[in-house]
Structures are given as C-alpha cells and as structure tokens.
C-alpha cells in the first residue's frame, strides 16, 4: 500500500492582499492542506479524509462551533461515502477522523482518554459512548474564519484533485458548502485540450448511450466528453478511456446509477429509485450495447470499464 499527497498549491498567490502575517499564516495553512495523506492501494478510491475535510470547511464557513461531535459526522460522512464514495459493503468513519489528527489538519481534544485497537483506531463505540469530539486545529479554525476565500479556495482544490466536475456541485450542495465561490484555483489539473474533440468524433458525434446529437449550427450542444477512468484516478486522456455522453448520462453515469460490463452492455444499479424518467432515461438502456466507435481500436479498454465498474458504479447489495 502506498500513500499520495494532494495537488493543492503551497503559496497564497492569487488569494486577495492582506497583511503580511496573514500571508504568512496562509501559505503555511495551505502547506498543510498539500500534505494530505490518503490511504491507496493501486487504483482503489479512498475520498474518507477529502470529504471530512469538505465537510469541517462547511462547519467553518458556517459559523458553526469549531469542535463536531464523532456522532454527527458518523451520520454525515457515511451518507457522503454512500454517495459519492467506491461502492463498499462496510463503510468506515472513524479511520479518517482519528487519523487526520498525523496531518496536523484535525484535533480530537480528548485523543489521549481514547484506548486504540490493534489496527491503531479505536473502536465507534467508544467515540460514541464518550462523546468525543473532533475538528480543525483552534489557530487554523480562527484564521479560516476570518478568512472566508481561502474556505472556498481550498474547497475547490479538493474537489478538483479528488471527484470529476461534473459531480461537483452535487457533493457542495450534499455538504452545505456555499456556492459563490469567487477565488481562482491555484493550480489546475492539467488536461488534454484535445481530448473532448477526440471523444466526440469516434463516437460520431452522439452519445453513446441514447444517441443524443443534437447541434446548434454545427457545435454540438450537451455533448460531452466523459472519461471511464477517472482523471483524478489516473485514468488517461485517450480515445480507449473516453466515452461520448449527453450532459444527463455522463451525470449519471460519474454518480455510478450506471456503468458497463465486460461487454460494452449496460447495468444499471438496483439502487436507484423515482417516480419519474427512469424508463426513458435508464431502464430502456439495461443490458443493451452502447454505440461503439466504428473502429475497434477506440472501444473503451477493458481495464477502465473494470474500474469504473468497481470503483463508481453502485453494484452493492443492500
């Protein structure tokens, strides 16, 4: 198993002017955010600590006390692993919010009464029977609470390094996080500018799921671009990992309501429910082919429709 850090950018360039310990307290708060460690093992998905983190950024901006109590962020952090996390039979919070405290982004005031388990984590029902509470470090909680932009700021260079676009706002709206973000990112990940034109010209120009094509002279219009593997996973800007997708499928399609098996049929997961659309939208689709590039050299590759499969798609059982 091995460990990465974050892509978030150490230094405040960008940020508005302020006073130059201010400046100073930033650039060394956003160095600690660029250290995050997370947890990986090959290409697994383990977005634990990035939506903790989001989701203590929200508790900030909104006011709220510095301290959370591990029962309240149990509750919340399960339903945002639920959603927007790998599909998993057991889903784990106390791991990220007892270890965060090693990248001096977390403080658990009462860390020492608590009595670890063999794996270095305490039991839930410790942190619950006890009531122990954790959240940003007290200098960190002030600063970030004078300094609202650096919230947004790092907010959405988690976001980016982590989760595709395209589901960006679900997991704001999810956390509470307000929208009016105005900073710019301090460091973008880069992408193939080609890599859309790429996509949308094997798939002829239609997605590949309903056959979308709709165009507005000759631009084409909710059209995109989506890679299987995600880019944030590593996933390559090449014709074998794109797929072209109307602005709904390729929603669905990053939310893991769908994904593709081994032969280019779709599945949908079983646990999507609603009164409305998911027969024109869905359950006409089950187990039918999606269109494939006239040439087979640009059909998607098994290896990324496998890990979209594993690490997206909804396939749990209940």
């Known amino acids: 198993m091995t460990k990465h850090t974050t892509g978030i950018k150490e230094s405040p360039e960008g940020f508005p002017s302020v006073a130059k310990e201010d400046a100073i307290n930033a650039e060394a708060i956003i160095r600690k955010f660029s250290g995050l460690k997370i947890w990986s093992n090959g290409d697994q998905r383990a977005p634990h600590k990035p939506l903790l983190i989001l989701l203590a950024l929200a508790n900030c901006q909104q006011g709220r006390q510095r301290l959370m109590p591990y029962a309240e962020i149990n509750v919340k952090l399960k339903q945002l692993l639920e959603d927007f996390g790998p599909a998993r039979r057991s889903i784990k919070t106390v791991s990220p919010f007892w270890r965060l405290t090693t990248d001096g982004l977390w403080d658990i005031p009462r860390r020492n009464e608590i009595t670890v388990q063999a794996d270095g984590d305490p039991s839930k029902q410790i942190l619950l029977s006890r009531n122990i509470c ?22 959405r260079e988690i976001l980016t390094e982590h989760f595709p676009e395209s589901i960006h706002d679900d997991i704001i709206l999810s956390i509470g996080l307000q929208t009016d973000f105005q900073g710019k990112l301090s460091q973008k990940i ?8 790429k996509i949308l010209t094997v798939y002829q120009y239609q997605c590949a799921i309903c056959g979308f094509d709709m165009r507005l002279g000759n631009n084409p219009v909710c059209l995109e671009a989506a890679h299987i593997k995600w880019h944030q996973a590593g996933g390559p800007a090449i014709e074998q990992n794109g797929i072209a997708l109307c602005s709904m499928h390729h929603k669905m399609f990053d939310r893991g309501v769908f994904s593709i098996n081994e032969n280019y049929c779709i599945k949908t997961s079983k646990h999507i429910n609603g009164s409305c659309g998911l027969e024109e939208w869905l359950y006409r689709y089950e187990d039918k082919q999606i269109l494939l590039p006239r040439s087979k050299d640009y059909s998607p590759a098994r290896s990324f429709t496998e890990w979209h499969f594993r690490e997206v798609f909804k396939h749990y059982e209940a």
């Open 134 to 155: 954790g959240g940003f470090p007290e200098d960190m909680f002030e600063f970030l609470s004078r300094r609202p932009e650096i919230i947004s700021q790092l907010a």
């Open 190 to 197: 880069k992408r193939d500018p080609d890599f859309r034109n």
